[in-house]
């Protein structure tokens, strides 16, 4: 079965500081696919990053990055300088191979909040 | 392109009433999806479809039914609603297979039941 774990509910920062969201997954796909989204207070589903199991290289997009481990089964996510823009709830997710690996297995989500 | 659109926004409704929530995606999509989105649950996959007359059960489909008479169109159905689907819905769709697994996602719906 997959499975993905997020295990802070609930994280306040200042504005300025850095913060890492935590990400661990189970599945015994060879092939998955890695995803995060954040939903602002407004509701909607803002896409992020996709990995593939294959590219373990790690990402950086403006103040945004991700470090993906395969040894250790996490997706972390790194947001620098953080903004209260970046106040949000974000879900890691997942999904696996083949015609079926469109069934997103979701996070419970950590919402943030960035204090000014 | 629209996208994926979904309709209502909001509705409220009281326990045994039935309603349809809309779905519709103009990028002519195999693979529809609903999910439900609740408080630290993550989202959770109801339903899936992938193509016009074929649907299949996710992990909560109970209290829920849906079809796929077109493409473009994936209505979820609740026959008798209950307090326990006080939720946010979401719609989804991809090709399929799709590439790198992307899909997109519709801005919700949120439903009350009182």
Known sequence: ??????????????????VTLDCVYETRDTTYYLFWYKQPPSGELVFLIRRNSFDEQN??????????????SSFNFTITASQVVDSAVYFCALSGSGNYG???????????SVLP | NAGVT??????????????????AQDMN?????????????????????????????????NGYN???????????????????????????????????????FGPGTRLTVL
């Open chain 1, 1 to 18: 079965a997959q499975k993905v774990t997020q295990a802070q509910t609930e994280i306040s920062v200042v504005e300025k500081e850095d």
């Open chain 1, 59 to 72: 990402e950086i997009s403006g103040r945004y990055s991700w470090n993906f481990q395969k040894s250790t």
């Open chain 1, 102 to 112: 469109q069934n997103f297995v979701f996070g419970p989500g950590t919402r943030l």
């Open chain 2, 6 to 23: 979904q309709t209502p926004k909001f509705q409220v409704l009281k326990t045994g009433q039935s309603m349809t929530l809309q779905c």
């Open chain 2, 29 to 61: 999509h195999e693979y529809m999806s609903w999910y439900r989105q609740d408080p630290g649950m993550g989202l959770r996959l109801i339903h899936y479809s992938v193509g016009a007359g074929i649907t299949d059960q996710g992990e909560v489909p």
């Open chain 2, 66 to 104: 849906v079809s796929r008479s077109t493409t473009e169109d994936f209505p979820l159905r609740l026959l008798s609603a209950a307090p326990s689907q006080t939720s946010v819905y979401f719609c989804a769709s991809s090709y399929l297979p799709s590439r790198d697994n992307e899909q997109f």
